[in-house]
């Protein structure tokens, strides 16, 4: 059963932004750590950021760092993910997460809920 919807997901030329939107059901958004992963043809699923229950802490990959913002809206249950200054290497589909915790996040297989995913094409 898919709980968390993502959209917003497109194709873009190199520099270009793109924000992708997750909800997820309040008894859910309301205590867990949110984030995202990616995953681009005939590679494994990688960490790109996660943010705390609470909006006290965020954490994102290097390659993303200082490009994408993720951010949460607790009166909507849903978070973002702003990704300006966007490479042809950022293409994937890029699936929203929840979980416990933003050290879970380190292990996306131990990850407990997920989108169906959104693609994202960069293109040079």
């Known amino acids: 059963q898919v709980l968390l919807v993502e959209s917003g997901g497109g194709m873009v030329q190199a520099g270009g932004s793109l924000r992708l939107s997750c909800s997820a059901p309040?008894?859910?958004?309301?205590?867990?750590?949110m984030g995202w992963f990616r995953q681009a043809p005939g590679k494994e699923r990688e960490f790109v950021t996660t943010?705390?229950?609470?909006?006290?802490?965020?954490y994102y990959r290097d390659s993303v760092q200082g490009r994408f913002t993720v951010s949460r809206d607790n009166s909507k249950n849903t978070i973002y993910l702003q990704m300006n200054n966007l490479k042809p290497e950022d293409t994937a589909v890029y699936y929203c997460?929840?979980?416990?915790?933003?050290?879970?996040?380190?292990?996306?297989?131990?990850?407990?809920?997920w989108g169906k995913g959104t693609l994202v094409t960069v293109s040079s």
């Open positions: 997460a929840a979980a416990s915790g933003t050290t879970a996040f380190g292990d996306w297989t131990g990850v407990p809920y």
């Open positions: 943010i705390s229950w609470d909006n006290s802490a965020t």
């Open positions: 309040g008894h859910i958004f309301g205590e867990y750590a």
